[in-house]
Structure formats: C-alpha cells, structure tokens
C-alpha cells in the first residue's frame, strides 16, 4: 500500500489548476482563494487534506482539517 504525501504532487495541482507553470497556480490559487505555500524555488505547495475539503465544497478550518483525536478510555474495563 503507498502512502500518500500530505501534499498535493505537481502534477495533481497542475490538474486542480489546469497550468503547469507555477506563477499560472499561484495565480490561479490566489484568485480561486485557496491557501497555499511557496518553497524556496517558488513554487505552490498545497495541504491534501485542505484541498480535499476544498474541493468537496467544505470551507476549510482548524476542526474540521484536523482529524478526530483518539484517546486510550479505559474507564469501562472492570
């Protein structure tokens, strides 16, 4: 099974995009309003999960982009 980086590859923000030039996803991201980063060389570098969200119609946000938190309970072993 490969896992997925936490970040979208170039080639699947090319496709959320439609460019391949990266100043063209920049425009497109800022535009769509989309957060993003940038790496040294300039790049957009954007969240799989928030883009995932992004694209189910979900605005985004701290509790909903973070998944749900599991703790041990063991207040029912007796």
């Known amino acids: 099974?490969?896992?997925?980086?936490e970040f979208l590859a170039?080639?699947?923000l090319a496709q959320?995009?439609?460019?391949q030039i990266p100043s063209k996803q920049i425009e497109w991201l800022?535009?769509?309003?989309w957060k993003y980063a940038l790496t040294g060389a300039r790049r957009p570098v954007v969240g799989r999960?928030?883009?995932?969200?992004?694209?189910?119609?979900i605005k985004?946000?701290?509790?909903n982009?973070?998944?749900?938190?599991?703790?041990?309970d063991l207040s029912r072993v007796g």
């Open 30 to 33: 800022s535009r769509n309003g």
């Open 16 to 19: 959320v995009t439609g460019y």
């Open 10 to 12: 170039e080639d699947e």
């Open 49 to 57: 999960v928030y883009a995932r969200l992004k694209l189910a119609g």
């Open 65 to 72: 982009a973070v998944a749900d938190t599991w703790t041990f």
């Open 60 to 63: 985004p946000s701290e509790t």
């Open 1 to 5: 099974m490969e896992i997925q980086s």
